[in-house]
């Protein structure tokens, strides 16, 4: 590792799993910053993989020579190996002039892999995250915590619109606004193009609703303070999705902001390393294998918004109660809440809650976003099915005071240009002052 760890007050976190094609680029990204920052910033790159016989070879020498790579640059030194790509010699000498600090920790080699219980992008983020928490001694003086991933670029004020963003005591945790690049190759682009307008989507419509779980959960937009991290236990090891569930903790301890004046741009590269995300997603949508231009339908958020507020208006309301009304809003509510055993958790919330407040909070700490997201996913199957893009974001649209697509226009799948003027909207739509619910 480079410099006194007593002078960093940001660590960056990168899981790299055979990411020595990426890894540098985004190392130099980060280098792009301003140097001040540079100079207080840690990057620890978590060279990863699971017990040796379980790993593809060619993944495993990916691994070994990107710690090679690592180990010289942390050294200063420069290998005979980095002569033949001319390329790569480029971003390492500007590394090694940049006066980015970087750190290795390598649970790859033999002796050092992770289980293969645990072997995934979650535990290699905690092993990263821990790290970085023996820092410095005083809780209070540890670095902001920043995630990414290995074949993320970041923006030139990336360090420094952190470091403003949680100069304000009152910033626990956020999620950075994030731009996937769009590809030349039409049916990249249309894949891509079509994977982001529904993550904005769903976003703006829980927020529309009034959810409190209306944020992103993508890893490499995570940051956060110590206290934050260490109050909900740390990263989810989880070897998929681990960004969806630590984020879903994070936020039933304090509320998630927005960093909006940066941006992180993740891959669009198509890898089927994890069952979903980008990568899995682009594989899916070249191969056809489902329509994926069919989107939650929009009575779905207008139900969820409805039981939101059924909730806001008294907490005293007895279970029935509250199951008779939410039976009048959609018979379909009913049926979920009580396969979620409500009728049972509701008066054992209320007992322990003393005020509206304590209630509210009681209340969306057991109605999360993973139970928002099986709402959602039930209504879509027995009352609601998906509908076409251009409907849905018709709607969407309307009920943020913009104008879209007509939502009869059959040809707007197809019409990449009309769905970038859309995507362009909705991410003009999320900036820091997007409403969310509270608790």
Same mark, same amino acid.
């Given at each position: 590792?480079?410099?006194?760890?007593?002078?960093?007050?940001?660590?960056?976190?990168?899981?790299?799993?055979?990411?020595?094609?990426?890894?540098?680029?985004?190392?130099?990204?980060?280098?792009?910053?301003?140097?001040?920052?540079?100079?207080?910033?840690?990057?620890?790159?978590?060279?990863?993989?699971?017990?040796?016989?379980?790993?593809?070879?060619?993944?495993?020498?990916?691994?070994?020579?990107?710690?090679?790579?690592?180990?010289?640059?942390?050294?200063?030194?420069?290998?005979?190996?980095?002569?033949?790509?001319?390329?790569?010699?480029?971003?390492?000498?500007?590394?090694?002039? #940049?006066?980015?600090?970087?750190?290795?920790?390598?649970?790859?080699?033999?002796? *050092?892999?992770?289980?293969?219980?645990?072997?995934?992008?979650?535990?290699?983020?905690?092993?990263?995250?821990?790290?970085?928490?023996?820092?410095?001694?005083?809780?209070?003086?540890?670095?902001? @915590?920043?995630?990414?991933?290995?074949?993320?670029?970041?923006?030139?004020?990336?360090?420094?619109?952190?470091?403003?963003?949680?100069?304000?005591?009152?910033?626990?945790?956020?999620?950075?606004?994030?731009?996937?690049?769009?590809?030349?190759?039409?049916?990249?682009?249309?894949?891509?193009?079509? *994977?982001?307008?529904?993550?904005?989507?769903?976003?703006?419509?829980?927020?529309?609703? /009034?959810?409190?779980?209306?944020?992103?959960?993508?890893?490499?937009?995570?940051?956060?303070?110590?206290?934050?991290?260490?109050?909900?236990?740390?990263?989810?090891?989880?070897? $998929?999705?681990?960004? !969806?569930?630590?984020?879903?903790?994070?936020?039933?301890?304090?509320?998630? #902001?927005?960093?909006?004046?940066?941006?992180?741009?993740?891959?669009?590269? @198509?890898? #089927?390393?994890?069952?979903?995300?980008?990568?899995?997603?682009?594989?899916?949508?070249?191969?056809?294998?489902?329509?994926?231009?069919? !989107?939650?339908?929009?009575?779905?958020?207008?139900?969820?918004?409805?039981?939101?507020?059924?909730?806001?208006?008294?907490?005293?309301?007895?279970?029935?109660?509250?199951?008779?009304?939410?039976?009048?809003?959609?018979?379909?509510?009913?049926?979920?809440?009580?396969?979620?055993?409500?009728?049972?958790?509701?008066?054992?919330?209320?007992?322990?809650?003393?005020?509206?407040?304590? $209630?509210?909070?009681? !209340?969306?700490?057991?109605?999360?976003?993973?139970?928002?997201?099986?709402?959602?996913?039930?209504?879509?199957?027995?009352?609601?099915?998906?509908?076409?893009? $251009?409907?849905?974001?018709?709607?969407?649209?309307?009920?943020?005071?913009?104008?879209?697509?007509?939502?009869?226009?059959? /040809?707007?799948?197809?019409?990449?240009?009309?769905?970038?003027?859309?995507?362009?909207?909705?991410?003009?739509?999320?900036?820091?002052?997007?409403?969310?619910?509270?608790?």
């Amino acid at each position: 590792m480079c410099g006194d760890p007593s002078e960093v007050a940001l660590v960056v976190v990168i899981p790299a799993l055979a990411e020595k094609g990426h890894l540098f680029d985004t190392l130099a990204a980060i280098a792009a910053n301003p140097q001040d920052r540079l100079a207080e910033t840690l990057a620890i790159v978590v060279v990863n993989n699971g017990p040796r016989e379980t790993v593809d070879r060619e993944m495993f020498t990916d691994n070994q020579e990107t710690i090679a790579i690592l180990n010289g640059l942390i050294a200063g030194r420069t290998r005979e190996s980095e002569s033949a790509d001319r390329r790569l010699r480029g971003v390492l000498d500007f590394l090694r002039g #940049s006066g980015l600090r970087i750190g290795l920790i390598d649970a790859s080699s033999s002796g *050092y892999e992770i289980p293969s219980s645990l072997a995934g992008v979650g535990a290699a983020r905690k092993i990263g995250l821990d790290l970085a928490l023996t820092l410095r001694p005083a809780p209070r003086e540890r670095p902001v @915590l920043v995630c990414l991933d290995a074949d993320t670029i970041v923006a030139p004020d990336y360090l420094p619109a952190i470091r403003r963003h949680f100069h304000d005591p009152e910033h626990g945790a956020a999620v950075i606004a994030f731009r996937h690049p769009l590809p030349d190759a039409p049916d990249r682009r249309a894949a891509i193009l079509c *994977y982001e307008l529904f993550l904005r989507y769903y976003v703006l419509g829980l927020s529309w609703a /009034g959810s409190p779980y209306a944020f992103h959960s993508i890893g490499s937009t995570m940051v956060f303070t110590p206290d934050r991290y260490v109050a909900v236990r740390g990263m989810s090891r989880r070897t $998929a999705g681990e960004d !969806f569930y630590f984020l879903n903790k994070v936020r039933k301890a304090g509320p998630i #902001s927005s960093v909006t004046d940066t941006c992180v741009r993740p891959s669009d590269r @198509l890898s #089927s390393r994890v069952p979903f995300g980008t990568g899995k997603r682009m594989i899916r949508h070249l191969a056809g294998e489902r329509d994926e231009y069919l !989107f939650y339908h929009p009575d779905i958020f207008a139900i969820l918004r409805k039981w939101l507020a059924l909730m806001d208006e008294d907490w005293r309301r007895p279970a029935k109660a509250i199951l008779e009304a939410a039976s009048d809003l959609h018979p379909g509510l009913r049926v979920f809440l009580e396969r979620q055993n409500f009728p049972e958790i509701w008066p054992r919330l209320q007992r322990q809650a003393r005020n509206t407040g304590a $209630a509210q909070r009681a !209340f969306h700490t057991w109605f999360d976003g993973f139970r928002t997201l099986r709402l959602v996913h039930e209504l879509a199957a027995s009352a609601y099915p998906p509908q076409p893009m $251009a409907a849905a974001l018709s709607w969407l649209m309307r009920a943020w005071g913009q104008s879209g697509p007509d939502p009869g226009e059959r /040809g707007f799948s197809g019409d990449l240009q009309a769905q970038e003027a859309c995507l362009m909207t909705l991410r003009g739509l999320e900036t820091s002052e997007t409403r969310r619910g509270e608790f």
